[in-house]
Structure formats: structure tokens, C-alpha cells
């Protein structure tokens, strides 16, 4: 049985367009986030795959819903 997989490297590639958008850095919202900075890092990067809490954490830090980035993703693995 076939099931898929959540691909890392575009939920990095949102939250880094999210952060982008809002003119903050890695540093900061990281610190904002209360998440380690090499974390974050490794987030986006597609090294690793946030948790629902620290994906909570980078949604309220970036004052986004967090649907809105999940919503997002979905539209990226769908196109």
C-alpha cells in the first residue's frame, strides 16, 4: 500500500516565503518563535519537517493563520 509523504523542501519553501513577505529574518523569528535558529534553518531547507506546535509557533510569530500557510502548501504540492 502506497502512502505519501508531506515533501519537506515545500513546507521549508512556504515558511520562507511567509517569513520573506514579512521582512524578518531567520534570527528573528526564530527568537519570535521561541525555536532554535539552526532549526529553523534546517526547516527550510526541507532538512526537517515542523511539528504541528512549532508550526503554531511560526504562524503566530509571522501573525499568520496558520491554515493560511497550510493552505498554501496544498496549493504548491497540488500544482
Same mark, same amino acid.
Given at each position: 500500500?502506497?502512502?505519501?509523504?508531506? +515533501?519537506?523542501?515545500?513546507?521549508?519553501? &512556504?515558511?520562507?516565503?511567509?517569513?520573506?513577505?514579512?521582512?524578518? %529574518?531567520? @534570527? &528573528?523569528? %526564530?527568537?519570535?518563535? +521561541?525555536?532554535?535558529?539552526?532549526?529553523?534553518?534546517?526547516?527550510?531547507?526541507? @532538512?526537517?519537517?515542523?511539528?504541528?506546535?512549532?508550526?503554531?509557533?511560526?504562524?503566530?510569530?509571522? +501573525? &499568520?493563520?496558520?491554515? +493560511?500557510? &497550510?493552505?498554501?502548501?496544498?496549493?504548491?504540492?497540488?500544482?
Amino acid at each position: 500500500m502506497f502512502y505519501p509523504e508531506l +515533501d519537506a523542501k515545500i513546507v521549508g519553501n &512556504v515558511i520562507m516565503s511567509f517569513r520573506k513577505n514579512k521582512g524578518i %529574518s531567520q @534570527e &528573528v523569528l %526564530s527568537g519570535l518563535a +521561541d525555536i532554535g535558529r539552526t532549526h529553523l534553518s534546517a526547516i527550510e531547507r526541507g @532538512e526537517r519537517k515542523p511539528t504541528l506546535e512549532t508550526l503554531y509557533r511560526i504562524s503566530t510569530a509571522l +501573525d &499568520v493563520k496558520m491554515s +493560511d500557510i &497550510v493552505k498554501e502548501i496544498e496549493n504548491r504540492i497540488n500544482d
